[in-house]
DNA sequence: TCTGGGGTCCTAGGACCC
DNA sequence: TCTGGGGTCCTAGGACCC
């Protein structure tokens, strides 16, 4: 057993908006939530489109986020939408700024659309007598405004208070709990299976299986130079967190070293060799027009193709002054992709990245810089402009309209889904 | 009844350098 | 006729999160 007096000890409320999707869409039809059955799936029209989100009622008959369309019995209770992201954008932020009445940004997380973290450390006494009487207040403010059910966790550590709204909060009444040190061994470690825990899923957890190790007790028990020696840093990891140790601040969030953009797509018909080219370029220019909003050029550029039936080529490739051009870095992965891939088998996902950014530096134009290269430059620059001013969709390549172009169907869309 | 999209982090093993 | 050792960078690929 660890001394926990050593450890991290701070009021950390980990707050998730209730099937917030699904949530969001229901209510947008004047319908309740927690009676109706509704799912939001990425597209209602393709039957192995996925389960986005669904209404508690609906769960509760077997469909959950990832299952598919198809899955879902036709009844006349049951609703089946399309994703509306505007809207899910802006409650998100709506709620977001109901938090930040509670705490300063520094010890605000926002962790993704419907998950945020919150320290209230230093906060709390400002509004209530405990840390769980203010995440009593903001669940109810948050339903008072927009009426939204949230579920909150309350833990010592950003680890503690996710754990504690992952497996407890949902299912208690008021959706809300609080995990402590104290609380590991008849909380923590009665967790079963193991992919229940963040940060543990299927493959993992077989793994795990192999060695005897099935409930969270058992990992946090077994000896950690053997999980060491067999899983490295994140064996070290897994039995840290399975002690509800857990050192990270959002104050002082790490700094990612490896960040990346990139576009993964899974396309809407199988393709040939030659029309993904189209696609790629369509990615490519995305990617890079996000990178250089940011001022960031790419030192490390890769590409990965899926085959319709399994597996797919993928390729890295890293140049320290940074990819200047899109034509350049299209070129560098088709040259590729054009001889690995087979002519005649038929594609269907393709994904690029984009990583280890360099700042844009002022350039200087130098005798030996290749002309072509500068004029491809500069006229992204000019597209770049007109794209800020009006809207990234508004220029695209000829190529676009050809069919084997995506960009003219996904106009509109935000991360791939209906806006 | 094919297929969501955007990320992060870790490791093994090869190449290269001194 | 056996063969140093450490460091760094790079790519491929795996695993997980929402």
Redesign the pocket.
Same mark, same amino acid.
């Given at each position: 057993m660890y001394d926990y007096s050593y450890c991290l000890n701070r009021d950390i409320l980990c707050v998730d908006l209730k099937s917030f999707f699904a949530s969001v869409s229901c209510i947008e039809k004047g319908l309740d939530p927690l009676t109706t059955k509704l799912a939001v799936v =990425?597209?209602t029209k393709?039957?192995? /489109? *996925?389960v +986005?989100a669904a209404t508690p009622p609906l769960k509760a008959i077997g469909i959950k %986020?990832?299952s598919?369309l198809?899955?879902i019995p036709q009844r006349k209770d049951i609703y089946i939408i399309n994703p509306s992201m505007k809207k899910y954008i802006q409650l998100s932020t709506q709620i977001s700024k109901i938090a930040l009445d509670y705490v300063a940004p520094e010890d605000f997380h926002q962790? /993704?659309i419907?998950?945020f973290f919150m320290d209230v450390s230093e906060s709390y006494h400002l509004f209530a007598h405990s840390p769980f009487s203010l995440a009593m207040q903001l669940q109810e403010r948050i339903f008072n405004l927009v009426h939204i059910r949230s579920t909150i966790g309350i833990g010592s550590n950003l680890l503690l208070a !996710?754990l504690s709204m992952?497996i407890d909060a949902k299912h208690t009444p008021l959706g809300i709990s609080e995990w402590r040190y104290e609380d590991v061994p008849a909380k923590l470690w009665s967790i079963q299976p193991l992919?229940e825990?963040? $940060?543990?899923? &299927?493959? %993992?957890?077989a793994k795990l299986n192999k060695k005897g190790i099935f409930t969270v007790g058992h990992l946090a028990n077994y000896p950690v130079e053997y999980l060491k020696r067999d899983? $490295? *840093?994140?064996g070290v990891d897994l039995h840290l967190h399975a002690n509800g140790i857990d050192e990270s601040m959002i104050r002082q969030p790490?700094q =990612?070293?490896? !960040?990346? +953009?990139? !576009?993964? @797509?899974?396309l809407?018909r199988?393709y040939s060799m030659n029309e993904l080219k189209t696609v790629l370029n369509e990615q490519v220019d995305e990617v890079y027009y996000?990178s250089r909003k940011l001022n960031l050029y790419p030192t490390?550029i /890769?590409v990965s193709v899926?085959y =319709?039936?399994m597996g797919g080529v &993928? !390729? @890295?490739?890293?140049n320290?002054t940074g990819f200047m051009n899109t034509y350049v870095i299209v070129n560098l992965l088709w040259d590729y992709l054009s001889q690995r891939l087979e002519p005649d088998r038929l594609y &269907? %996902?393709i994904t690029i990245?984009f $990583?280890k950014f360099i700042p844009n530096q002022i350039k200087q134009l130098s005798l030996f810089d290749d002309p072509f290269q500068v004029k491809t430059e500069t006229i992204e620059n000019h597209l770049d402009f007109i794209r800020m001013k009006y809207g990234k969709n508004i220029v695209m390549r000829g190529s676009s309209l050809l069919n084997s172009g995506t960009l003219r169907e996904r106009k509109g869309l935000i =991360?791939?889904?209906k806006a």
């Open positions: =990425a597209d393709r039957p192995g /489109s *996925v +986005l %986020t990832g598919r198809f899955e962790y /993704s419907d998950e !996710k992952d992919r825990m963040w $940060g543990i899923n &299927r493959r %993992t957890e899983y $490295g *840093v994140i790490h =990612a070293y490896d !960040k990346s +953009l990139g !576009k993964s @797509q899974i809407m199988d996000r490390r /890769s899926g =319709a039936d &993928r !390729k @890295q490739f890293t320290k &269907r %996902t990245s $990583g =991360a791939g889904h």
